[in-house]
């Protein structure tokens, strides 16, 4: 790839980051719909043990689980 066809890459990739924040209003969640039933919020640890812990340890046990059920032949 030259440095032309990364350029527009790049371009294109920011101009489209930068629209879908502008599109995505974040004010639009402050107002409540009929028939919301939030839940009680989570604490800081819960969110990073959901959000943060468990996909982490989700990749490790499935790369563990290729890993140890590889059929292919290894050469050394």
């Known amino acids: 790839m030259d440095k032309k066809n990364a350029m527009r890459a790049g371009a294109v990739a920011a101009g489209t980051t930068l629209m879908m924040l502008l599109m995505s209003s974040p004010a ?3 107002t409540r719909d009929d028939g919301d ?3 009680p919020g989570l ?3 819960d969110t ?3 959000f943060v812990v468990a996909p982490i340890v989700l990749f490790v046990v499935i790369a563990g689980l290729v890993m140890i059920f590889d059929k292919s032949k290894k050469k050394v």
């Open 28 to 30: 639009l969640a402050l």
């Open 43 to 45: 604490s800081a640890m």
């Open 48 to 50: 990073i043990l959901q």
């Open 37 to 39: 039933d939030p839940g």
